[in-house]
């Protein structure tokens, strides 16, 4: 059996620290030995509004080819998203590789949800299925659900922004010869959106992959048993954990420790969302943020270097926390605090790694407070990791996850 051949777009690729690229970027470590062959589609990483990390790129396979188009720069006033910046070089790019006739599926995985307009594009043009990777919701309906939550950029560029969304949605999912996404409430809510026609077509749900290997560089690094660590985005949406959090830490009286958040914000310009928590609290001289994002080599020696972790899940059960697995491999102390529908949830019951203090819509910060101070302060966690059973950490693996994506490719094409 040949190898499949795919053409993955992925703007923000790396050495560009995007986000939304790390599951391709793992995946092409092990897309080989899978049985698929790739070849990516991105963006040069001078015009991508990400920072660059030269480590990225360290492990990827000299056999995976990555094109790289320009985009116009941005500034003034009008569209100056990424994928409004660069739409034309991809599809003009595209176009060139795909009339070559040497690929079989077109995936993209990507949070620039416009990007995916060129699927029914090329689909028509050059006759290649695409399909598509659902990091986070195109359709978002948080804000319809939590009106009382302010939207990024406001509620009237929002609402517009919601609206086109919805419209371009529709159409690309029709095309769609499948589906991956990182919850399984994201393809119940297309599948409601959509009807039956989802169910005809091949989905899988897959969190983001886990990494072993790239740990072992930081092995040397030293914990300071007085710096506990949280690096991920912040929002309104993880208030109530953080809230829950310096609550429990300030009921427990534990003075010999500070806390630091690190890139919480989505630019540079970003403001702090989640020290302002704890400013009427014992422990607000010990919170510092620094909203900045971090370079991922950066986040995976920091996470090293902490004496404890901290997570915050968002109060959307629907939300995947794309850095748990560094987290979980780090092998230092880890508490988690998770909406009881979350995917992480099931994930530690199984792997362990570290403690997860839950909680639902009903739960009262003080409550929640409450069952941290218990399960992390009292019974002392934070000071012993919790061990991660490797073997049935497997499943959430690059390496396995390129195996399932083999098979959801040869369905799709099937």
Not at 94 to 112: M, P
Not at 256 to 285: I, M
Not at 323 to 346: D, N, Q, T, W
Request: aromatic fraction near 10%; hydrophobic fraction near 45%.
């Amino acid at each position: 059996m040949r190898p499949m051949r795919i053409l993955a777009i992925s703007p923000r690729f790396a050495p560009s620290n995007g986000a939304d690229m790390h599951r391709l970027r793992l995946l092409a470590v092990h897309a080989e030995a899978a049985g698929w062959q790739l070849e990516i589609l991105a963006v040069r990483p001078e015009d991508v509004d990400n920072p660059v990390d030269p480590w990225l790129v360290d492990r990827l396979p000299s056999s995976v080819m990555v094109h790289r188009v320009a985009a116009r720069a941005s500034g003034g006033w009008g569209l100056n998203g990424l994928a409004q910046r660069s739409l034309l070089s991809l599809w003009r790019t595209g176009n060139h590789l795909l009339a070559t006739g040497r690929f079989d599926l077109v995936f993209f995985s990507t949070t620039e949800f416009a990007m995916h307009l060129l699927g029914p594009l090329w689909r028509r043009r050059h006759g290649v299925p695409f399909c598509m990777d659902y990091q986070d919701p195109w359709v978002n309906d948080y804000y319809r659900r939590n009106p009382e939550v302010v939207p990024p950029g406001g509620r009237l560029k929002y609402a517009i922004a919601d609206r086109l969304h919805r419209v371009m949605e529709a159409w690309v999912v029709r095309e769609a010869g499948g589906f991956l996404s990182v919850s399984a409430d994201y393809l119940s809510d297309l599948s409601r959106r959509y009807g039956a026609g989802m169910a005809r077509r091949p989905s899988r749900v897959l969190s983001f992959p886990g990494e072993p290997a790239e740990l072992l560089a930081f092995t040397d690094v030293q914990p300071d048993a007085t710096s506990w660590r949280y690096i991920g985005r912040g929002g309104a949406d993880m208030a109530k954990a953080a809230r829950a959090f310096f609550l429990a830490w300030s009921a427990a009286g534990l003075s010999s420790v500070r806390f630091e958040a690190h890139g919480t914000a989505y630019s540079s310009q970003g403001a702090a969302t989640l020290a302002p928590l704890a400013a009427d609290l014992p422990v607000a001289g010990w919170v510092s943020e620094q909203p900045q994002r971090m370079g991922y080599s950066d986040l995976l020696r920091t996470l090293r270097a902490s004496g404890a972790l901290v997570v915050f899940g968002s109060d959307d059960p629907a939300y995947t926390a794309s850095k748990i697995y560094p987290y979980l491999l780090s092998g230092r102390p880890l508490l988690a605090i998770f909406h009881e529908r979350s995917s992480v949830v099931p994930l530690m019951r199984t792997v362990g790694g570290g403690v997860c203090v839950t909680f639902n819509e009903n739960t009262s910060v003080e409550a929640l407070a409450l069952a941290i101070c218990e399960q992390w302060f009292n019974a002392h966690a934070w000071q012993q990791p919790v061990p991660l059973d490797t073997e049935r950490f497997y499943p959430w693996t690059a390496q396995a996850q390129a195996h399932e994506l083999a098979g959801w490719f040869r369905e799709i094409l099937a």
